[in-house]
């Protein structure tokens, strides 16, 4: 197959694989309707390395590096490798860090919003549809103008750095895989961070869907926004596949094991909160972020390892977000069931609900004055 033809399909392979691999990663380990949830890993991994110190979520999630390196591979394989890097690193590090404080008050990235309506989440509705219309506002700002600037080549060092991390934590981990303060990496005895299913079916699946994402162009909020921009559904159709795939396959482990893969309710979720509102608004800044750094949290990743250094600055602010968002008690707490039997509903904190608004006015300010300012600056 030709790669004209693979981009006519590739979304579809990519979504159907990553839906399916998503729900036996549960299945195997992860957590529930958590096979694969790029902010909720990447609040993991930075657990793991000691920028929070919220002891349940902390694991180095072997499918992170594997996005990375699988998409460095393919790029290296296709000849599609090429150090690059643009301009206003800090604006991109901030839209990361507020990226990742929306998807944790929502408790998920698009692919978990998709995963956890596959699994019969309810509460994935209000998260699809703020994470729409934050993407729309987006697309009004790149109608305008928008545009943080042109990308330029780079010395092709500065492209490899990002995979290079990734190998080395993937073999420190491996070779050193001690837990604690002074010891290494920090790895959760509870919680979401202590569920996970093994090292290498992780770090192979992370590495398949690598490549296929990096072949496909696979992005979840690029589906949307070429869809309302142009009208171009190709990666729109990998989405529907991802949900169609994850469906399916949590259906047919239902049928054939013990375990419960496909509940349709609002409360009783994994790692799950039913306050619709900031279901709603957490995502909705999270699709603006995202929009505005041009690609959803997986999508930022594959092109990492690809080479792009503008990708690597926002995975970098994501990771901070993580940190600032359990450091400062800005992330959203499940619902759960009361010894009375009475549900407590969770959601974000005060201070996660301020962290909202600062992170839609910081996205609508940047939205507003950047076309402009680069205009100027170009003269």
């Known amino acids: 197959m030709n790669v004209k033809n693979f981009l006519g399909i590739g979304p579809v392979i ?38 929070h110190r919220t002891s349940a979520v902390q694991y180095l999630r072997p499918e992170i590096i594997g996005f990375v390196l699988g998409a460095f591979i393919a790029s290296m394989i296709f000849r599609e490798f090429r150090a690059r890097t643009g301009s206003a690193p800090v604006v991109r590090f ?4 507020f990226a990742m ?7 998920g990235c698009p692919w978990r919003a998709l995963l956890r309506l596959a699994g019969g989440d309810l509460n994935a509705f209000p998260g699809l549809a703020g994470l729409a219309s934050g993407i729309y506002v987006g697309i009004l700002f790149l109608r305008r103008g928008y545009n943080l600037g042109r990308t330029y080549r780079a010395p092709a060092i500065a492209g490899i750095l990002m995979p290079a991390v990734m190998f080395v934590l993937l073999v420190l981990f491996i070779l ?3 837990f604690g303060e002074g010891k290494g990496f920090f790895i959760s005895e509870r919680g979401p961070g202590s569920l996970h299913a093994s090292l290498l079916f992780s770090l192979g699946a992370g590495i398949l869907v690598g490549i296929l994402a990096q072949r496909s162009r696979f992005c979840t909020v690029g589906a949307l926004r070429d869809k309302i921009l142009t009208g171009d559904s190709h990666l729109l159709k990998g989405v529907i596949a991802l949900l169609a795939a994850a469906f399916l396959m949590n259906l047919f482990l239902t049928l054939i094991t013990d375990e419960t893969c496909l509940r349709f309710s609002f409360i009783g979720q994994p790692v799950s909160h039913s306050n619709f509102l900031w279901n709603f608004m957490g995502m909705l800044l999270a699709g603006l972020a995202f929009t505005l750094a041009g690609g959803c949290p997986g999508r930022q990743l594959f092109m990492s390892g690809e080479g792009d250094g503008d ?5 970098f602010g994501m990771l901070g977000g993580a940190a600032i968002a359990h450091n400062f008690g800005l992330a959203a707490v499940p619902d759960r069931i009361l010894e009375s039997g ?16 600062l992170g839609l006015v910081f996205c609508l300010v940047i939205g507003l004055f950047a076309g402009k300012t680069c205009e100027r600056s170009s003269r």
Not at 14 to 28: D, K, P, Q, Y
Not at 94 to 97: F, S
Not at 101 to 107: D, E, H, K, N, Q
């Open 14 to 51: 990519a979504g159907s694989i990553i839906g399916i691999l998503a729900s036996l990663l549960a299945h195997f380990g992860n957590p529930g309707n958590m096979g694969v949830c790029v902010a909720c890993f990447q609040r993991d991994f930075a657990g793991s390395l000691g920028l």
């Open 94 to 97: 901030l839209l990361g860090m």
């Open 101 to 107: 404080v929306g998807s944790l008050v929502f408790l």
């Open 176 to 178: 050193f895989p001690s």
């Open 311 to 315: 990708a690597a600055v926002f995975v």
């Open 342 to 357: 009475a549900l407590q509903v969770g959601g974000p904190s005060a201070n996660g609900i301020y962290a909202v608004f």
